[in-house]
């Protein structure tokens, strides 16, 4: 399984943006796909995920409300609509896919979000 993000970008505080993540290769042996971020200086970031068994949905207390999480089986796609965006959300978000029995991980090259004031 191999997955891509696209939809970074330069937004101002308080507009939205929505990011995209293509899965590639074995995509019915997925069992999770999600969004981590890294800020400059800081730690990774769990932002949100998608269980694709029970389609539970997880989100880090820092977002609840203003991001949502999503995919579309069809084009194989998963989406990470953010709204209200505020400056401690500029990170680069890293797209990552769960697979196979041993959910074994999968991650993108990540995308650029910077959020201005």
């Known amino acids: 399984v191999q997955v891509a993000e696209s939809g970074g970008g330069l937004v101002q505080a308080g507009s939205s943006l929505r990011l995209s993540c293509s899965a590639s290769?074995?995509?019915?042996?997925?069992?999770?796909m999600g969004w981590v971020r890294q800020a400059p200086g800081k730690q990774r970031e769990l932002v949100a995920n998608i269980n694709f068994g029970n389609g539970n949905t997880n989100y880090a207390d820092s977002v609840k409300g203003r991001f949502t999480i999503s995919r579309d089986n069809a084009k194989n796609t998963m989406y990470l609509q953010m709204n209200s965006l505020k400056l401690e959300d500029t990170a680069v978000y890293y797209c990552n896919a769960a697979y196979g029995s041993n959910w074994l991980r999968s991650w993108g090259q990540g995308t650029q979000v910077t959020v201005s004031s």
């Open positions: 290769g074995n995509t019915f042996s997925i069992n999770a």
